[in-house]
Nanobody, 123 residues
Framework: VQLQASGGGLVQAGGSLRLSCAASGRTFSYYTVGWFRQAPGKEREFVATIMRSGGRTGYADSVKGRFAISRDNAKNTVYLQMNSLKPEDTAVYYC?????????????????WGQGTQVTVSS
């Protein structure tokens, strides 16, 4: 499966952005999808995950209550709605996919990765 992340940009603290991860190539509904991010000089970290049906989601503690992951399997797209953004949310955001029946929290468990989209939050 091929993944294309988009929707990043520059936003002021407290603002919102919605990222999209568009998939092609295989039956998207077979895949658990996750969002990860990597800030300069830091390791990649987990942000959110959604299972194949969209029935369950998981979040990093740092974004819980501010970010929401969702998916539209008819459009082969997963979204990450980011609200109340903080400067520490600044990073390149990546979407990833793996054929799975559950939630996946570790980057090493994912097989397919998108190219990343830059999110910059100014104070």
């Amino acid at each position: 499966v091929q993944l294309q992340a988009s929707g990043g940009g520059l936003v002021q603290a407290g603002g919102s952005l919605r990222l999209s991860c568009a998939a092609s190539g295989r039956t998207f509904s077979y895949y658990t999808v996750g969002w990860f991010r990597q800030a300069p000089g830091k390791e990649r970290e987990f942000v959110a995950t959604i299972m194949r049906s969209g029935g369950r989601t998981g979040y990093a503690d740092s974004v819980k209550g501010r970010f929401a992951i969702s998916r539209d399997n008819a459009k082969n797209t997963v979204y990450l709605q980011m609200n109340s953004l903080k400067p520490e949310d600044t990073a390149v955001y990546y979407c990833a996919a793996v054929a799975s029946y559950g939630l996946e929290y570790k980057g090493t468990d994912y097989d397919y990765w998108g190219q990343g989209t830059q999110v910059t939050v100014s104070s």
